[in-house]
């Protein structure tokens, strides 16, 4: 549901194929709403590639170069697109450091780009989403009732949702970290968004964005709900959230939305030639070997199983158009050299990505 006037690959979290079944299922102003959006959706008509960014660095120049870093600060600003289909937004409503507005999608957007910021410089030193202090801008109140969020490459864009089935764009923390480290990817390994190199590009996304609210209220990994855009859903909807990196397939039936269609196993990889091949239904596979792995080793998900991820994402072998199979090797090897070769860690790690049939 994203604009085709972008000149950056657009990653939105509300995929397609919930479009689609709202086309069929919803009432005549959902339906219009949904029709209109997937007839300007690129990724329903044509394969869009990543606009990515080179590698920028090996792990060890990147960490000498943290090591010379004080503790950086975000560079926000949030701009109001008053409803129309115009980012960035022609006003400047919040700037760094200035004091909370009476808008509450502002006051969001900035403490979601805020806490963002902070998981990936205190787990991983990583200095924004280029790792070279990039300014962090976000617009919100993007066109009338719109049902989406995306990075478009350059910021992040928040609609206001449709009221009767989804909420404010704004209201989930774990989104706005999703859509954030899809620029991360593009900075790093820039996986084709399509197929495989797409729904692990994907999933990396739901990892890092679950890790940003788990981060944020200090939850263990047994404590988290794993779930991407709980808060999204109104309750009209009869779902928890858009997916369960937990069990994928789970996170919603409904009579307009429909069943959640995410596989949890490459037993049931769905091949299909919409939503770019896939990329948001196959990413169940993945989240869920994350997540297996992170409750394996407990504590913080963000320590030991985020810095394996982390790192697997800037490993050389970690490459654009690497899928499933590629990514667990990497994570195992990453996960030999920080622990060694016969660590619980690599046990973990190994064990999730055979659980769910990648290996």
Not at 72 to 86: F, V, Y
Not at 147 to 153: E, I, L, S
Not at 233 to 252: D, E, F, I, N
Request: glycine share 10%; aromatic share 8%; hydrophobic share 40%.
């Amino acid at each position: 549901m994203c604009s085709s006037t972008h000149r950056h690959s657009l990653h939105c979290i509300l995929p397609p194929y919930i479009l689609s079944k709202i086309a069929e299922n919803g009432s005549p102003q959902l339906r219009a709403m949904a029709v209109h959006s997937l007839l300007i959706d690129p990724t329903m008509r044509i394969v869009r590639a990543s606009t990515a960014g080179p590698v920028t660095g090996t792990i060890a120049r990147r960490r000498a170069a943290a090591g010379n870093i004080l503790t950086p600060s975000p560079l926000r600003t949030i701009r109001d697109a008053g409803g129309e289909p115009e980012a960035p937004g022609a006003k400047v409503v919040r700037r760094e450091g200035d004091a909370p507005t009476g808008d509450v999608a502002v006051n969001e957007a900035y403490d979601g780009l805020g806490a963002t910021f902070t998981l990936f410089w205190e787990a991983y030193q990583r200095n924004s989403i280029d790792d070279a202090g990039m300014p962090l801008d976000a617009t919100v109140h993007y066109d009338q009732d719109y049902d989406n969020a995306f990075w478009d490459g350059t910021q992040m864009v928040f609609g206001d949702g449709d009221g009767e089935l989804f909420n404010r764009f704004t209201i989930s923390l774990d989104v706005i970290g999703h859509e954030l480290t899809h620029g991360v990817t593009e900075k790093e390994a820039g996986l084709v968004y399509f197929n495989q190199s797409g729904a692990l590009n994907e999933s990396i996304s739901d990892v890092f964005g679950s890790l940003v609210k788990q981060h944020l209220l200090g939850q263990t990994a047994d404590r988290a709900d794993w779930l991407i855009g709980a808060e999204l859903l109104t309750a009209k909807v009869k779902g928890v959230a858009l997916r369960s990196m937990q069990a994928p397939g789970t996170a919603y039936d409904d009579p307009v939305l429909g069943k959640d269609p995410q596989p949890g196993h490459m037993d049931d990889f769905v091949r299909t030639n919409q939503d770019n091949g896939g990329v948001h239904i196959n990413s169940g596979i993945p989240n869920r070997a994350f997540y297996l792995a992170a409750i394996a080793l407990g504590g913080n998900a963000w320590d030991r199983a985020g810095q394996i991820w982390y790192n697997a994402l800037l490993d050389p072998n970690t490459r654009a158009n690497t899928e499933f199979a590629g990514f667990a090797r990497s994570t195992i090897d990453v996960a030999m050299r920080l622990y060694g070769s016969g660590s619980a860690e690599v046990t973990a790690v190994t064990e999730a990505w055979s659980a769910v049939g990648v290996i």
